[in-house]
């Protein structure tokens, strides 16, 4: 029996099979005319294609109607669907069990949602973890533990306990409309003024060389 993880981080969202780490997909996606491109994909078009980008269905999951959206992408949860569905297709023939690991700021309502969208893709959830709890779970226990996490929009501190080896979440501070996204905007920001100022080139002048900067800044960094 094999079980595939989902670390749900839209920075990155993990696929991994038993102890091995398969996918590393961020939380993109673009349409192009009637043509959706998500994940990896979909990132190393979003310069080039800017007109019809999202990058929230992730952090904001919910069935709320798109403005510019079409009768195939409704909604976030759509588009959540299509990144969880292609994701599922490179293990489905392997794992017979899945687990999904949860940010923090995650409502009842966006858990009861993920499920009913794993349930339409066919994976065979077993349980669902907050990934402080993972976490934290594989470390020395101490009696209290921070756990800080970032993701695209938001950045999580949450606070747990250790109770007789029982451990616990107790609180969730978040963090909104801060987090990888504005960090990488404002690094690339940072690097355009600096190569303007030295080399009087643009990176941000031209779509093809915004996506490269886009594209290898993470790896920079």
């Given at each position: 029996m094999s079980l595939a993880?989902f670390n749900l981080?839209?920075a990155s969202v993990?696929?991994?099979?038993?102890?091995?780490?398969?996918r590393s997909?961020?939380g993109?996606?673009?349409?192009?005319d009637?043509?959706?491109?998500?994940g990896e994909?979909?990132?190393?078009n979003?310069?080039l294609?800017?007109?019809?980008?999202?990058?929230?269905?992730w952090s904001?999951?919910t069935?709320?109607p798109?403005?510019g959206g079409t009768?195939?992408?409704?909604?976030?949860?759509?588009?959540?669907?299509?990144h969880l569905?292609?994701?599922?297709?490179?293990v489905s023939d392997?794992?017979?069990?899945a687990?999904?690991?949860?940010?923090g700021?995650y409502?009842?309502?966006?858990?009861?949602?993920?499920?009913?969208?794993?349930?339409?893709c066919?994976?065979?959830?077993?349980?669902?973890?907050d990934?402080s709890?993972?976490?934290?779970s594989?470390?020395?226990?101490r009696?209290n533990?921070l756990?800080?996490?970032?993701?695209?929009?938001?950045?999580?501190l949450?606070?747990?306990s250790?109770?007789?080896g029982?451990?616990?979440?107790?609180?969730?501070?978040?963090?909104?409309e801060?987090g990888?996204?504005?960090?990488?905007?404002?690094?690339?920001?940072?690097?355009?003024?600096q190569?303007?100022?030295?080399?009087?080139?643009?990176p941000?002048?031209?779509?093809?060389?915004e996506?490269l900067l886009?594209?290898?800044?993470p790896?920079?960094i």
């Amino acid at each position: 029996m094999s079980l595939a993880i989902f670390n749900l981080n839209d920075a990155s969202v993990q696929l991994g099979l038993d102890k091995d780490l398969l996918r590393s997909s961020p939380g993109y996606a673009v349409l192009n005319d009637n043509d959706l491109m998500i994940g990896e994909l979909a990132a190393s078009n979003t310069k080039l294609l800017p007109r019809w980008t999202n990058n929230r269905f992730w952090s904001q999951l919910t069935t709320a109607p798109l403005q510019g959206g079409t009768s195939q992408i409704r909604h976030h949860a759509d588009l959540a669907f299509a990144h969880l569905e292609e994701l599922w297709k490179s293990v489905s023939d392997k794992a017979t069990q899945a687990l999904f690991v949860v940010p923090g700021y995650y409502s009842a309502e966006n858990l009861s949602l993920l499920l009913g969208i794993a349930k339409e893709c066919g994976i065979p959830i077993q349980g669902v973890v907050d990934g402080s709890v993972l976490v934290a779970s594989s470390m020395p226990l101490r009696k209290n533990i921070l756990h800080l996490d970032i993701h695209l929009h938001y950045i999580t501190l949450t606070r747990l306990s250790n109770d007789d080896g029982n451990l616990s979440r107790q609180s969730v501070e978040v963090v909104i409309e801060t987090g990888l996204a504005t960090l990488l905007d404002r690094w690339s920001n940072i690097i355009a003024n600096q190569l303007i100022q030295t080399t009087r080139f643009d990176p941000m002048h031209d779509a093809h060389s915004e996506q490269l900067l886009f594209d290898l800044l993470p790896r920079w960094i």
